[in-house]
């Protein structure tokens, strides 16, 4: 089995996140729309927002440029760097720390986390941590929403074979080998051939998440603290939900 190498893998991955984000249809739909939408569904007009998993601040500076005050956590350095130097002048921060091991000072109206962030958390054990440190980072009556893979559609639907995108002068096109076992972790072996500014690498990317049932997640909630935990399915895929999204409250 791949090892679980996340800050390694988003390391070596940051500089072409932004061309590889573009090809998935999974972030159009989680985008801040979405996000706009559960805020109003819930009734909250949240103005501190905790960006969960960054990355390189698709969400983050989007929810900024909307006037949110954003922060933006994530393990990878090389993600933050380049959030940062996108930030100019809008309401956004970005430190660099494993969810579990945050600790501000403040406590936030809300927190999202956009594109499976939270497969991440491998172990049982460990996505109980992390999300018991989102949970205390919020305030009284705020709201955790994040999106998280369907296990049954990733076991009934063909395994993603390849990919290419282009933003600016970057052209990315990979190759993807995957397995899916049972107990719901998916791992996947990516060969990526970058043209950028005229110059061709080629890079190996290999990485591992664990893609939970909504039973699965709402234990892991509840043991966190999270005494409601809602899910709705997204993303219908001949019938089937290729992603639940979930909105937990702290009371
Ligand atoms: C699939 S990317 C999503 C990035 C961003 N949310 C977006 O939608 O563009 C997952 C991100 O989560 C971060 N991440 C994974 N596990 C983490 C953890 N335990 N604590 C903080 N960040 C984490 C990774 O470094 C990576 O940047």
């Known amino acids: ?16 996140y932004d061309v590889w984000n573009i090809h998935t249809i999974r972030l159009t739909y ?35 440029k ?10 990878s350095s090389k993600s933050v760097e380049i959030a940062k130097n996108k930030v100019n002048d809008y309401p956004a921060k970005f430190v660099v720390s494993e969810i579990s091991k945050y600790r501000p000072s403040e406590r936030f109206d809300c927190a999202v986390s956009g594109d499976d962030v939270v497969g991440h958390f491998i172990s049982n054990s460990y996505a109980v941590r ?30 993603l074979k390849g990919w290419s995108a282009k933003l600016g002068s970057i052209k990315i096109k990979a190759e993807r080998r995957s397995t899916f076992y049972d107990d719901g972790t998916y791992e996947w072996s990516d060969k990526l051939k970058v043209y950028d ?12 998440i664990k893609i939970r049932s909504p039973e699965e997640w ?15 399915p997204a993303i219908l895929q001949g019938g089937i939900p290729r992603i639940f999204y979930y909105v937990a409250t702290k009371y």
């Open 218 to 232: 709402t234990r892991i909630l509840n043991k966190a603290g999270f005494s409601e935990v809602e899910h709705r």
């Open 66 to 75: 909307k006037g949110y005050m954003v922060t933006g956590v994530d393990v």
């Open 130 to 159: 992390s999300m018991s440190a989102v949970f205390r980072c919020l305030k009284r009556g705020g709201i955790f929403i994040f999106d998280a893979a369907n296990p049954d559609s990733k076991r009934r639907y063909p395994k």
């Open 1 to 16: 089995m791949i090892k679980n190498k996340v800050t390694d893998y988003y390391d070596k991955k940051a500089k072409y």
């Open 197 to 208: 500014n005229g110059k061709y690498t080629s890079m190996h990317l290999e990485n591992k």
């Open 30 to 64: 989680v985008d801040i729309n979405f996000f706009e939408k559960v805020f109003m569904e819930h009734g909250i007009i949240p103005r501190t927002v905790l960006d969960v998993g960054c990355g390189t601040g698709r969400l983050s500076l989007g929810l900024a």
